[in-house]
C-alpha cells in the first residue's frame, strides 16, 4: 500500500468517527418542519431508531441536493419502512426552512448542529446521505446524488434491505 493510501484512508477513518449513529442519534438539532410557532423545538434523531433510517445532508440552492431530494421521495413510495431524515448544512434557519418548502418537503427536516457539522467538515459534502439500521447502527455512506436503485443496491450489499426491514 502506497504512503498515499495509507494517508487517504487514515483521514477516511477519522473524518467517519466522530459521525458514529451512538453521537448522531444523541444530538440535539433544531426542527426545520414544523410552524412558526414550535419554531425552537429542539429534538434529537432517537426517536427514529426504530426502522432503517437514511439521512440526507442538504443546503440552500444545490441543485444535486434538490434532485436528491426529488430521489429520497422516490425511495419512501417504494420502501415505506425507511424513515427518511433532512438535515441542513451551510444555511440560516430561514433559508434552509424556504428551500424545503420549495421541494414540497414532508420529511422531519432540522439544522444540523455544530458538532454534526465539524464531523462531517467545514466545507460539508453535499448530498450526502447516512443509511442507519434499525438499532441505530451506520451501515453506509454516500457522498454526492445516488439513485435510488443504488441507494437500495448498496444497502443490500452491506445486508440491509431498506425496502422490507421490520
Given at each position: 500500500m502506497s504512503f498515499k493510501s495509507v494517508c487517504l484512508f487514515s483521514l477516511l477513518c477519522f473524518w467517519m468517527l466522530p459521525v458514529q449513529a451512538g453521537d448522531i442519534f444523541q444530538q440535539a438539532m433544531v426542527r426545520l418542519d414544523r410552524t412558526v410557532?414550535?419554531?425552537?423545538?429542539?429534538?434529537?434523531?432517537?426517536?427514529?431508531?426504530?426502522?432503517?433510517?437514511?439521512v440526507s445532508f442538504f443546503m440552500p440552492n444545490c441543485k444535486?441536493?434538490?434532485?436528491?431530494?426529488k430521489n429520497l421521495k422516490r425511495i419512501e413510495q417504494?420502501?415505506?419502512?425507511?424513515?427518511?431524515?433532512?438535515?441542513?448544512?451551510?444555511?440560516?434557519?430561514q433559508r434552509l426552512k424556504r428551500e424545503l418548502h420549495k421541494e414540497r418537503?414532508?420529511?422531519?427536516?432540522?439544522?444540523a448542529n455544530k458538532e454534526i457539522v465539524q464531523a462531517i467538515g467545514s466545507q460539508s459534502p453535499v448530498p450526502m446521505t447516512l443509511i442507519f439500521d434499525e438499532v441505530g447502527g451506520l451501515v453506509l455512506k454516500t457522498v454526492g446524488y445516488t439513485s435510488k436503485e443504488k441507494l437500495i443496491a448498496?444497502?443490500?450489499?452491506?445486508?440491509?434491505?431498506?425496502?422490507?426491514?421490520?
Open positions: 410557532a414550535n419554531a425552537t423545538e429542539v429534538e434529537t434523531l432517537a426517536q427514529f431508531r426504530h426502522k432503517p433510517m437514511i444535486w441536493c434538490q434532485k436528491q431530494h417504494t420502501c415505506p419502512n425507511a424513515q427518511v431524515i433532512m438535515l441542513g448544512v451551510q444555511g440560516n434557519y418537503n414532508h420529511f422531519p427536516a432540522y439544522v448498496l444497502s443490500l450489499e452491506k445486508q440491509l434491505d431498506i425496502c422490507h426491514s421490520i
